[in-house]
């Protein structure tokens, strides 16, 4: 069984931003309602009943 088949993949980019969103690492909220992943681009809180970024916090470039 593919993992497709049992869930929609989620959406981490941007509306403007086609390009994809490789992921670093990833946590669950205590209540399990939202997670946070980050790459190296960015921070974003992800919630899941809502299925949609709530939050995307930009990483500082030097």
Same mark, same amino acid.
């Given at each position: ?29 205590k &209540?399990?309602?939202?997670?946070v ?9 992800? &919630? ?8 995307r916090?930009?990483?500082?470039v030097?």
């Amino acid at each position: 069984m593919n993992s497709k088949d049992i869930h929609e993949g989620l959406n981490f980019s941007a509306a403007e931003d086609e390009s994809s969103f490789g992921i670093f690492s990833i946590k669950f909220s205590k &209540d399990g309602r939202e997670l946070v992943g980050n790459s190296n681009e960015s921070i974003c809180i992800y &919630d899941l009943g809502a299925n949609k970024v709530t939050e995307r916090i930009h990483a500082h470039v030097v």
